[in-house]
RNA sequence: GGCCCGUUCGUCUAGUGGUUAGGACCCAGGGUUUUCAUCUCUGUAACAGGAGUUCGAUUCUCCUACGGGCUACCA
């Protein structure tokens, strides 16, 4: 049985890596019939924030990443919150000392350690029978100069174990550290195989020692390589968005997202590039993983995301666009609207883009940006326009045809090209100068509106 | 500094000894649209460097350079 497992620790928001990290779990998981677990890792109680492990959970399943065990869901073998799992780490703490591969050392108020030598003393300082003494364990690590781990993608990668410290597993508040909580829950949660960043490979030497000393079997692991800034520094805050929420709030679609994220490190052996979860774990495999860091392209995104907006039928995109419309924005108009985002559907990128572009056919343009009223005011535009308008008036009923036979006819009349018969129009109708055809904005503002538009700025 | 990992167009990548080194994004140009965008066509652009191995290296080995990660009672 494949078993996967993401692990955040509920420091902050989901973040762009954690989520690729959470998707490649849940898709290997799922593409091999296996079950994808979360686990959340709050040992460090100084950086928990209230409310992030929540939040994190949320944001994953909006996603679509669900998983099959974690707080509150099959909690076979729970508690998934490892500061609920005290007892169990104390528990093979004691495996370790009796092994003689860990030793108790006590703490000071300068900070300084004294190792206890006593077995059995320091298993009865662990059970809490000396609730007096400050105390930190520690692994010992071997002399071993040639230790060969394994890494699925990398192979074979040799440590020289002299130049590894002895490490702390049990902090002197009495919570584990990482390598040694992870090492214990992975075991015992039955992970098959441990998918992670590229952060953690030089701490694998910790943990395959520690698998070794408690008799566990390893899990195979596969280090991701990392997600980087566009200067190839770490993916962070400093150069752009990192936090999966804001990419939502600004319009992205998160099968775009994933789409987008799933191919940064991973690539299916032919050139398609659009994948939708399914198709993901369909194709998804572990020897496909890139080794080297990749860059976020913040242009392929908008790009991809333009590609699922274009592709979506005209009820799903209203429905994931509700949230981002104004409220300028009158919804009950289906016709309208629908005329509307079905011509900017194929060309905005996020669904803010979207809704900024659909807005100008219901706010008033009455506050023209200055180029655009320069234009409008200009003799020659005003000329146009009252043409037009005038036009329009005589009009029952106005089709694409009627629309550029109008524009023939005033380019002739006035002589002039045809820039400059949409600037002007468009400028009053639309409010820019740039924009849909004149036939778009009249058909979707109705000739009774486009007329009132144009009578306001004739002078 | 030490240890570890990595290195194909600007970016994401295909490629597992013999290819005109392919695709996508970006960018540039053409066509369509009497504007812009869409659409479409075309183009620019890469094997980090040096030694080997081999008839032949982008591909295998080593060295160097560069980049990144780790080096906490953080994960």
């Not at 779990?25 to 928990?48: M, P, S, V, W, Y």
């Amino acid at each position: 049985m494949i078993r996967t497992r993401f692990a955040p620790s509920p420091t902050g928001y989901l973040h762009i890596g954690g989520l690729r990290t959470a998707l490649y779990n849940f898709i290997f998981a799922k593409k091999n019939n296996g079950q994808f677990i979360l686990r959340i890792e709050d040992t460090d109680q100084k950086r928990l924030v209230r409310g992030a492990a929540e939040k994190i959970i949320k944001s994953l399943n909006s996603f679509d990443i669900n998983f099959d065990e974690g707080p509150n869901l099959n909690e076979k073998y729970g508690p998934y919150y490892q500061s609920k799992r005290l007892y169990i780490y104390h528990k093979y703490c004691c495996k370790l000392i009796e092994n003689k591969s860990a030793y108790l050392c006590y703490v000071d108020d300068n900070q300084n350690l004294k190792p206890e030598n006593n077995i059995d003393k320091s298993l009865s300082i662990i059970n809490q029978q000396d609730t007096k003494s400050r105390f930190i364990v520690k692994f010992k690590v071997p002399s071993i100069k040639n230790f060969n781990t394994f890494d699925d993608l990398r192979g074979k990668v040799v440590f020289d174990l002299s130049l590894i410290d002895d490490f702390i597993i049990i902090k002197s508040d009495g919570f584990p550290t990482y390598h040694f909580a992870n090492v214990v829950d992975d075991h015992l949660m039955k992970i098959s195989h441990v998918i992670r960043g590229e952060e953690w490979l030089s701490s694998l030497p910790k943990h395959m020692l520690l698998y070794n000393s408690l008799e566990f079997n390893l899990p195979h692991f596969i280090h991701l390589p990392l997600l980087l800034n566009p200067d190839h520094s770490k993916l962070s805050k400093r150069q752009g968005d990192v936090d999966v929420d804001k990419f939502i709030e600004k319009g992205y679609l998160k099968s775009a997202v994933l789409n987008f994220i799933a191919l940064l490190g991973w690539h299916p052996d032919n050139d398609r590039e659009i994948f939708n979860i399914l198709d993901l774990i369909e194709n998804f495999s572990i020897p496909r993983i890139q080794k080297s860091g990749s860059v976020f392209d913040i242009k392929k995104l908008n790009w991809m995301n333009s590609e699922y907006i274009k592709s979506m039928d005209l009820d799903t995109l209203f429905e994931v666009s509700q949230e981002f419309f104004k409220k300028e924005i009158d919804i009950k108009n289906t016709t309208k609207l629908g005329k509307a985002i079905n011509f900017f559907k194929q060309r905005s990128s996020t669904l803010l883009e979207l809704n900024d572009s659909i807005l100008p056919f219901y706010s008033e343009p009455n506050n023209l940006k200055e180029e655009v009223l320069t234009y409008v005011n200009e003799k020659k535009s005003q000329d146009i326009l009252k043409f037009y308008l005038k036009s329009l008036s005589i009009i029952e009923c106005f089709d694409i045809e009627l629309s550029d036979r109008l524009i023939k006819d005033i380019a002739e009349k006035f002589n002039v090209k045809g820039k400059e018969i949409f600037f002007p129009l468009r400028g009053v109708l639309y409010g820019s100068l740039n924009g849909p055809d004149l036939f778009t904005i009249i058909d979707i503002l109705g000739l009774d509106e486009s007329k009132r538009r144009i009578e306001q700025y004739i002078k």
